[in-house]
């Protein structure tokens, strides 16, 4: 199976959180937040008033209480609206 998305919706999925800071402090999990990087799975084919600006396998930073989480054949993704992406990791 596969997930299309419609309109000027795009599929994310998560990356893992680190568990150690490049300073070398191991984080606890209880204190761990949900990372808001994502890589780009599938993007829709836009509409009339947006045009799609983020590619399959761009890394991005999306708002915080954004999407819908879906899981598909024991994978974790999120659907999000372009709007809600904040930026492009290069």
């Given at each position: 199976m596969k997930l299309v998305p419609l309109g000027d919706r795009?599929?994310?999925?998560?990356?893992?959180?680190e568990e150690t800071t490049k300073?070398?402090?191991?984080?606890p999990g209880q204190?761990?937040?949900?990372?808001?990087?994502?890589e780009v799975i599938a993007v829709g084919p836009g509409t009339e008033d947006v045009k799609m600006e983020v590619a399959v396998g761009d890394q991005?930073?999306?708002s915080k209480y954004s999407?819908?989480?879906v899981k598909l054949e024991e994978e974790?993704?999120?659907i999000v609206k372009q709007e809600?992406?904040?930026?492009v990791i290069k």
């Open positions: 795009v599929v994310l999925k998560q990356l893992a959180a300073s070398g402090i191991v984080l204190e761990k937040e949900k990372p808001q990087q994502a991005i930073i999306y999407g819908t989480e974790k993704y999120i809600d992406i904040l930026a």
